[in-house]
């Protein structure tokens, strides 16, 4: 086993290095390619919090529709009744139902707008302008 000083670090090679020995050969990243890095993450992050919480926009819809004359309606006595139903009538693929739709929104416009949120706001302190 061997033993790394403080603040020493292994690199891909299996060199020791302390951070004054580490290479400086790599160029960092352009701010069109961190841009882009943030977008895929606002949008994978907003997609995961989309599957997860479809279930219970399902189940809100479904008694936000309670009475209108569509086969969603029935007597739905909450959230936590809307999804017991939904979830023994339909199955699992019930909860799910409008997630592809749901998953394309996160992943283009969520992600966009979160993901150059950043972006923007810095290019308009930079140019010394406010933004809203």
């Given at each position: 086993?061997?033993?790394?000083?403080?603040?020493?670090?292994?690199?891909?090679?299996?060199v020791?290095?302390t951070?004054?020995?580490?290479?400086?050969d790599?160029?960092?990243?352009s701010?069109a390619?961190?841009?882009a890095?943030?977008?895929?993450?606002?949008?994978v992050?907003n997609?995961?919090?989309?599957?997860a919480?479809?279930?219970?926009?399902?189940a809100?819809?479904?008694?936000?529709?309670?009475?209108?004359?569509?086969r969603?309606?029935?007597?739905?006595r909450?959230?936590?009744?809307?999804?017991a139903?939904?979830?023994?009538r339909?199955?699992?693929s019930?909860?799910?139902?409008?997630l592809?739709?749901?998953?394309?929104?996160?992943?283009s416009?969520s992600g966009?707008r979160?993901?150059?949120?950043?972006?923007?706001?810095?290019?308009?302190?930079?140019?010394?302008?406010?933004?809203?």
């Open positions: 086993m061997v033993r790394l000083k403080r603040r020493e670090t292994v690199t891909s090679e299996g020791a290095v951070p004054k020995e580490a290479p400086r790599a160029t960092p990243p701010a390619a961190l841009a890095e943030q977008v895929v993450l606002a949008g992050s997609a995961v919090a989309a599957t919480t479809n279930p219970i926009d399902v809100k819809v479904r008694l936000q529709m309670q009475g209108e004359g569509t969603a309606a029935g007597n739905l909450g959230v936590s009744h809307a999804l139903t939904i979830a023994s339909e199955g699992l019930g909860l799910y139902r409008g592809s739709a749901s998953l394309v929104r996160e992943l416009y966009l979160m993901g150059l949120a950043t972006e923007i706001q810095r290019n308009h302190a930079k140019h010394g302008t406010r933004v809203h």
